[in-house]
């Protein structure tokens, strides 16, 4: 997958990306937008993100879609360098995640984020608790990952330690295909 844009390329992530990520990631880490992630966990989900490069090879955005369950996948650790905001790599990366879901067969995309305006635009709302089946839930509360934990709203992740909104997006096959265009 290699997608240009007017200003930028879309691409699956290498190994090589990683640290770049990191680096993206760091400002907003810092200003707890987002958690932090070690080297170690990023180079173990290389292959769920998705990253924006400038014409010149700088990474400028990455995205990453998490499977939680059958059809259930979460869009984290979206970043865009500061200097690219408000110029469509944000709304691009999500796209590709959108399709990369689909392609997968999920049919919910879960998000934790305080850029509700930017995900209510791309069709998230947010959501309370609930949101899968009681049988569902008894499996997903075995996992081990904090992304599944945030989206049970489990007692042992509260009080949300960010203040972020949980949202959920129900795809359609038309999501990530005619905005594309």
């Avoid at 992304?147 to 203040?163: I, M, Q, Y």
């Amino acid at each position: 997958m290699l997608k240009r844009m007017d200003e930028f390329t879309l691409r699956r992530a290498r190994t090589s990306d990683v640290v770049g990520i990191q680096q993206l990631v760091a400002p907003l880490v810092d200003r707890r937008i987002l958690l932090g992630k070690e080297l170690v966990v990023l180079y173990e989900a290389v292959q769920e993100f998705v990253v924006a490069e400038a014409s010149d090879g700088t990474l400028i955005g990455c995205g990453a879609l998490h499977v939680i369950w059958e059809n259930l996948g979460e869009v984290r650790t979206l970043a865009v360098a500061e200097t690219w905001l408000h110029r469509g790599v944000g709304r691009a990366i999500v796209l590709e995640l959108e399709r990369n879901a689909l392609e997968l067969g999920l049919s919910k995309l879960f998000c934790l984020t305080f850029e509700v305006d930017f995900f209510t635009r791309r069709g998230f709302a947010p959501i309370a608790e609930g949101v899968v089946a009681d049988d569902v839930y008894v499996q997903l509360v075995r996992s081990p990952d904090e992304g599944v934990a945030e989206f049970l709203d489990l007692a042992r992740v509260k009080p949300n330690t960010l203040g972020n909104t949980r949202m959920l997006k129900i795809l359609t096959p038309i999501d990530g295909e005619a905005e594309a265009r």
